[in-house]
């Protein structure tokens, strides 16, 4: 059987190798701690669980969607309103199977075979996937340590700039934790006016902000809407991943031809799935905040604790995730992964899998409890990874 060229464009999925390391390591019986995909450990709220086990309960919910209800829509526009004081209108929302899945198809509505898109690096991986599936050619900005792990739009050239279909942007970001600034959006907004192009925000993380941040959503500033998409999600604010719930948001027209392009290969969101997206957008949101206050003690309890055992990792500002730096002595992110899994039983993701500038670091998961972290913790303490006759 010969498969598309299409599938060359794409390496082995790396999760894939940590986890036949990490059920050969179970087999043994061993104890890990798997701090390597971001899938919370946060229970939904039974409000959500009710309103889906009760919309499944009725027979009618079973058939095709179609599209995204009334109810739906009027949900995610009082949401916008009331969350970040946007105001938005039905035309201007599209709902898809998670942010990774939008992001997945975007690139096919926006770009032609050939086209230059905009990536940040490191990036989240179907980033990069997404424009090479519609065939772009990507096109690297830098987030590095010195700036904040935030673009720096001057330094992107403007010939670049200038043939680019669309921009992606993620902020919070994963994986680094960094955390977008008013003056960061509105010079973006006046960038993306400057060389014609779309800016696609990718707002997973809202609302998992530390040390008094707060939360946005890029269409809140001025002139967003007329430059921009964002992909709001609810999988991490409200503990949904395996329910797939993500909304593509912004201006009408791309909106539009995002919905055509879903209308090819999909009949809908499944009612159920439906009615559980309106009960989170609809509930208050005290749980939420105190959801983001267990993960900045997640988030000091990693941190800190690693540095006390030698290990230096700055705290991130925001997401759900540590970027780590290597410790002293190591180079390559995908064999201190492979090590650091053997020998301490800790499972991260490589700062490679997010791309050339991802090397170097490592990223955690905020997805066990803080005893839990201490445990992880005194195991790599206690296992010599950090030793010198350990290293490369």
């Known amino acids: ?14 999760f894939a190798s940590l986890d036949q390391q990490r059920l050969a390591l179970e087999s043994e019986g061993n104890t890990l701690y798997n701090l ?26 079973w058939r095709y969607a179609l599209r995204d209800t009334p109810e739906l829509l009027t949900a995610v526009c009082e949401y916008y309103l009331h969350r970040f004081g946007v105001s938005i209108s039905p035309d201007m929302i599209c709902s898809c199977y998670g942010s ?3 992001i997945g198809h975007i690139g096919m509505v926006l770009c032609n075979e050939g086209d230059t898109v905009l990536l940040p690096s490191p990036c989240y991986p179907v980033f990069m996937a997404g424009a090479k599936m519609a065939g772009a050619e990507p096109r690297y900005y830098p987030m590095t340590k010195e700036n904040g792990f935030l673009p ?78 964002e992909f709001f999600s609810l999988s991490k604010s409200f503990n949904l991943t395996g329910a797939r719930i993500s909304f593509l948001i912004g201006r009408p027209d791309v909106v ?11 009949f809908g969101m499944f009612l159920p799935l439906q009615k559980a997206a309106i009960a989170a957008l609809s509930q208050p949101r005290s749980a ?29 500002k925001g997401s759900m995730f540590v970027w780590a730096p290597l410790p002293s002595g190591y180079s390559s992110s995908m064999d201190f992964c492979m090590k650091l ?27 066990l409890p803080p005893h839990e972290l201490k445990n992880a913790i005194c195991s790599i303490a206690t296992s010599g990874i950090l030793k010198g006759d350990h290293h490369e």
């Open 341 to 367: 899994m053997k020998e301490a039983h800790v499972i991260c993701t490589p700062g490679a899998s997010f791309g050339p500038l991802g090397e170097g670091y490592v990223r955690f998961a905020l997805v």
């Open 100 to 102: 990774q899945e939008g």
């Open 152 to 229: 720096k739009l001057e330094d992107i050239p403007a010939d670049i700039a200038d043939k680019a279909k669309y921009m992606l942007v993620s902020l919070p970001s994963n994986p680094m934790g960094s955390v977008g600034t008013p003056e960061f959006y509105n010079a973006l907004i006046s960038f993306a006016r400057a060389h014609d192009l779309l800016i696609i925000h990718d707002n997973a993380y809202s609302d998992i902000l530390y040390d008094g941040e707060q939360g946005n959503s890029f269409l809140s500033y001025p002139g967003a809407r007329d430059v921009g998409v």
């Open 1 to 14: 059987m010969t498969f598309s060229d299409r599938l060359s464009r794409f390496g082995d999925e790396v």
């Open 256 to 266: 539009a031809a995002f919905r055509k392009l879903r209308s090819q290969i999909d």
């Open 36 to 61: 390597s995909i971001g899938t919370p450990d946060f229970i939904p709220a039974e409000s959500i669980r009710k309103a889906l086990a009760e919309a499944a309960m009725d027979p009618m919910n």
């Open 288 to 316: 939420v905040i105190e959801q983001c206050r267990q993960y900045e003690e997640r988030r000091n309890t990693l941190c800190d604790g690693l540095t006390d055992i030698g290990w230096p990792v700055p705290r991130n």
